[in-house]
Nanobody, 115 residues
């Protein structure tokens, strides 16, 4: 199983970024995928989850209306469109999947929101 994130960077408050996660080594379409983030000095937290069955999503309250997750099962990718970014969105963002009770993480991509 391999998860590779990309798309992080430095952006000004109010700006946008699009993160991508490329998955391999498992049947991507069969599994729920999540984006997590870990702000500096804080615990890792779930940002959004997208189910495999029907593509339904569940966002943490602080990103609702600003972030949008999508998945492309044909390309084994999941993306996170982040708009209206705030300094408190600064974090390392991770792609996550749980397969047969075992958790898998990407290496993370750093998002810095600062003027």
């Amino acid at each position: 199983v391999q998860l590779v994130e990309s798309g992080g960077g430095l952006v000004q408050p109010g700006g946008s970024l699009r993160l991508s996660c490329a998955a391999s080594g498992f049947t991507f379409s069969s599994y729920t995928v999540s984006w997590y983030r870990q702000p500096p000095g804080k615990e890792r937290e779930v940002v959004v989850t997208i189910l495999s069955a029907d593509g339904s999503t569940n966002y943490r309250d602080s990103v609702k209306g600003r972030f949008t997750i999508s998945r492309d099962n044909a390309k084994n990718t999941v993306s996170l469109q982040m708009n209206s970014l705030k300094p408190e969105d600064t974090a390392v963002y991770y792609c996550h999947v749980r397969i047969w009770g075992r958790e898998y993480w990407g290496q993370g991509t750093l998002v810095t929101v600062s003027s």
